[in-house]
């Protein structure tokens, strides 16, 4: 069965220091997804992105985050310059051309020290 | 704005009981509903999604829930717990107009035997 990966499972970074956490969507989506979940919180939208844009930001995603297909198979999230509360899980997730049904990742575990 | 409201942290039951975990959202128009599973060190599987039609809808797993317009619940059920049931659970609000899912904070389920 087709699934979204992520890499790397757990990440440990310095404050201030940049992260990009990678993705690989289901071959056939089309719509490209971020989210994160702080420890104990819920999982909360940061970005949608399709046709090489992004259609929906959170107000989380602020001028630190950024995202990127660069290759037509990965996409990936930076964060410039991390911060403590930028600790937590980020989930990727796609979905098909109905749009109709996320399908996410593992997870990546960004602790920031 | 939408919202979704789990309304209990921690579930426990005995192994074979029935269960309901229970969801309520807040949206203008019909929503587009779902529920998700987090194993431990997982990411979140789709057990199930609401779009319209029948308001009992089958999962997978043997879970099914049940839309109730009138209450803006959508209450997930199954009727006999297997321990591998253990796990948390997420109920996400999504529509028409966005990309976005809206996720509760989540329902711990433990089992025991």
């Known amino acids: 069965e087709p699934e979204v990966t992520q890499t790397p499972s757990h990440q440990v970074t310095q404050m201030g220091q940049e992260v990009i956490l990678r993705c690989v969507p289901i071959?056939?989506?089309?719509?490209f997804y971020w989210y994160r979940q702080i420890l104990g919180q819920k999982v909360e939208f940061l970005v949608s992105f399709y046709n090489n844009e992004i259609s929906e930001k959170s107000e989380i995603f602020d001028d630190q985050f950024s995202v990127e297909r660069p290759d037509g198979s990965n996409f990936t999230l930076k964060i410039r310059s991390t911060k403590l509360e930028d600790s937590a899980m980020y989930f990727c997730?796609?979905?098909?051309?109905?749009?109709?049904?996320?399908?996410f990742g593992q997870g990546t575990r960004l602790t920031v020290v | 704005a939408q919202s979704v409201t789990q309304p209990d942290i921690h579930i426990t039951v005995s192994e074979g009981a029935s269960l309901e975990l229970r969801c309520n959202y807040s949206y203008g128009a019909t929503p587009y509903l779902f529920w998700y599973v987090q194993s431990p060190g997982q990411g979140l599987q789709l057990l199930l999604k609401y779009f319209s039609g029948d308001t009992l809808v089958q999962g997978i797993k043997g879970f099914e829930a049940e839309f109730k317009r009138s209450q803006s619940s959508f209450n997930l059920r199954k009727p006999s717990v297997h321990w591998s049931d253990a796990a948390e659970y997420f109920c996400a609000v999504g529509a028409y107009n966005t990309d976005k899912l809206i996720f509760g904070t989540g329902t711990r389920l433990q089992v025991f035997p």
């Open positions: 997730a796609s979905t098909g051309i109905m749009n109709t049904e996320a399908f």
């Open positions: 071959s056939n989506h089309l719509y």
